[in-house]
């Protein structure tokens, strides 16, 4: 049932190609909406750019995930922009893997 509603994840057998498949999954979920940004990010932030040294193509969704994490009302920025902003910031990432696939 969960892979019928793409809620499974099969990793590669490789753990830091596991890493890069999960970042893609959950920021594939992010963007269709299927997961909260809070959620997602702070994965991103603490379960996989951790592992991987914090890579450049991940700190976008970093920033997000710290600005989710330490948001307050007296930033003058409201919350949901925020939110915004995490979805646009995987909506970039994937597209980025999908120009880099498109050019191998």
């Known amino acids: 049932m969960l892979e ?3 809620l499974l994840f099969h990793p590669p057998a ?3 190609a ?22 997602g990010t702070h ?3 603490a379960d996989i750019a951790y592992d991987l040294g914090y890579p450049e193509e991940l700190e976008p969704l970093v920033r997000c995930a710290h600005n989710l ?4 009302g007296s930033w003058g920025v409201p919350f949901e922009e925020l939110n915004r ?3 646009e910031a995987a909506k970039q990432f994937l597209s980025k893997r999908s120009a880099a696939e498109a050019g191998d």
């Open 4 to 6: 019928e509603l793409g």
């Open 69 to 72: 994490d330490g948001w307050e």
């Open 85 to 87: 902003e995490s979805v």
């Open 18 to 39: 596991a890493k890069w498949a999960m970042a893609y999954w959950i920021a594939g979920q992010i963007a269709d909406g299927s997961l909260d940004p809070v959620v």
């Open 14 to 16: 490789d753990p830091r």
């Open 43 to 45: 994965l991103i932030w």
